[in-house]
């Protein structure tokens, strides 16, 4: 299996799989934090995951009109959402952050150029050379949203168990889960993520998935790096079908691929 590694090209695709599953997240916006103290890339997002918060992330060449036009973007947007956030920019030149431009691929698009950061710390939207109000509305996401794509973006392959007290064969469901994550083939390389179906803002997942909110058996989807779902599967599930749900057919928001273990329901 080609796991992919994390670029702003990536996070671009991650960011259109599970835009669709957006919500804001209440609260007011963060006053209390001393940019000042901030020197880096690196010091935004650390103070961002210690305060629980989103960040947005701007990477510049220069201090032009683009840049301008960006910033102001984002600050509109942040003044109007509820979701906590802070804003901070910096040179993409600065030797502290070399590491971390290499990393994301931003020393090969265009800059200025945004990333968006959740308060867990995974990446949901990655912008260059502008940024408009939808995209950025599309970077406010759900819990599970953000649980899925904190596997992903370890490089790991994401079991999502749709269950709760009123699904069953839960521990039949969630057996077959630990089975599969403990196989040879992928051990070290799988993540799992509980969401219950009665949640309202799980609703647009479940939907993706082709399963219905009122989930009566307990499923796993299984979402592989972008972000492609590889395949649902109800109740007790041998771990060999999983397996090879990984060597082809996809689904996303738009619906399954024929193909698509698991999605002929």
């Not at 939907?207 to 909110?213: G, I, P, R, S, V």
């Amino acid at each position: 299996m080609n796991i992919l590694k994390v670029s702003l090209i990536s996070i671009l695709f991650m960011l259109g799989v599970f835009s669709s599953f957006s919500c804001l997240e209440k609260g007011k916006q963060v006053s209390d934090i001393d940019i000042k103290e901030i020197k880096s890339a690196e010091d935004a997002i650390s103070t961002a995951k210690k305060n629980k918060i989103y960040l947005f992330l701007c990477f510049y060449e220069k201090n032009d009109e683009a840049l301008l036009s960006m910033e102001k973007e984002v600050e509109a947007f942040r003044k109007d959402n509820p979701a906590k956030s802070f804003f901070y920019k910096t040179p993409a030149t600065n030797t502290k952050d070399a590491e971390l431009v290499k990393k994301y691929g931003l020393d090969k698009v265009k800059l200025p150029a945004v990333l968006v950061f959740a308060p867990n710390g995974v990446i949901t939207g990655g912008f260059p050379e502008k940024v408009t109000r939808p995209q950025l509305e599309g970077t406010i996401a759900t819990t599970l949203d953000l649980d899925i794509m904190k596997v992903l973006q370890e490089d790991k392959i994401a079991l999502v168990l749709i269950q709760n007290g009123k699904t069953k064969s839960n521990k039949e469901s969630t057996d077959s889960a630990e089975e599969f994550k403990n196989d040879s083939t992928v051990k070290d390389l799988v993540g799992i993520v509980i969401a219950d179906p009665s949640v309202k803002e799980n609703k647009n997942f479940l939907t993706a998935c082709k399963l219905d909110e009122k989930v009566e058996e307990a499923s796993i989807v299984v979402i592989v790096p972008p972000g492609a779902i590889a395949g649902v599967f109800k109740g007790k599930t041998d771990k060999s079908i999983i397996l090879n749900s990984l060597k082809g057919g996809t689904c996303g928001p738009a619906g399954c691929d024929p193909a698509t273990p698991g999605c002929e329901q």
